[in-house]
Each structure stands twice: as C-alpha cells, then as structure tokens.
C-alpha cells in the first residue's frame, strides 16, 4: 500500500487514533522522509501492515503522548528515563499545552503562573497548608511578569549533605509583613539525579 491507502485503511480499521505533525518533546524528531506520527493501540495489527506503517509513518502508542492543543505537536506523557520531566502544561485540567507555545505566549504564561502562585496572605503556615508546587520551565522570565529572585545563592534540596532547603521553612523564615503581601514563586533552577536547586520569587500583591 502507499501512504494515502495506508492513511485509510488506519482510518477504517483503528478503533482511536491520533495523529501529529511533529514532536515537541525535547529529544524527538521524525526520521527522514516520513511526514506524520500516528498514535493509537498498536496491539493486534497485522504483521504485514504494521510494517508497512512502520515504514511509512513514526509510529508511537497513543497512551503514552498527547497532543499539545495549541500547537498540535507531540509531548510524552510517560517517563522515558530517570531525568525525564513533562515538556507541558495542564490547563484546565485537560488541556496539554507544550513548553515551547508557553514560553512564546505571555497569557499563557499568566494564566499557568496562577497554579503555582502561593499568596501570601492566605497561608498559615504554621498549619501546613503551603500547597508548594515547583516551576519547571526553562526560559521562562517570572521578571517579565513583576516577580523578582529573593535568595542570593540557590537554595539546593538533595541526597548531599547540607541539601535540604525546605520551602515551608522558606516562606517561615520570611518576615510576617513581608509574606502577608506578597506572592510567592519556587522555580526550580537546576535538576540533577540527587538534587534540585530552585529559587523563590516574590511579588507585591496589590
Ligand atoms: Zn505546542
């Protein structure tokens, strides 16, 4: 079959299947001369045409990728090593978009900032409710959006001796005036395999 009939006959006989021009996640490319990548349950196919699709097309399983829904390129869902890390964003809770739309898109980046903000004002910290999440993007300027670094040196959290900067006792250690109002970001700066550093970003909340 040629590509076109190998294009049907995924239409007509695959129960799901998605289908990308490209990959976005960091690593992936298309091999030469093959156009698409389609993802679905690969299980079951036939020998003889899974070859020739193979052949033809980059070929993935579709439960372990998603499409990114701004720019429709393809992002793993599924660690594929030990340092692997998402390359998207979950927005409303089922709207992957990819980092490399993100760090095009101020808007987006305002609205994604708004998961990781930690007001303040709204904390006790004393209670644990520091809901910390860490911002994993690089090129992403929080500058750009009024936030400006606290710490001097990374603060590191890791298996050596000495790595166990804690962002609870962070935000503790700041003064109470100062937290009650302001915002507050950890972003992380660097990922090893046994330690992570990251810094805090604050911002007045007006
Ligand atoms: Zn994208």
Redesign the pocket.
Known sequence: MNQEQLKTWIEDNLDWYECSEDY?EPGYSKDEGKELIFFANWNGIDEDIMEQIEENFMVEWSDEWYQ??????S?RTQADCYHWQPY?HMFNECEP??????SENAGLQETLLKDFIIKGNEIDIDKDSVNFRLLQINDFELEDHGFKVLNQDHYENGFHPGQDDDPKTILKNLDVSFLESNQFLFKQSEQSQFYMKFDLYSKPIN
Not at 68 to 73: A, L
Not at 97 to 102: G, Y
Request: aromatic share 14%.
């Open positions: 976005s990114c829904c701004d720019c429709g390129k992002i998207y978009v990819c980092f490399d739309c993100i």
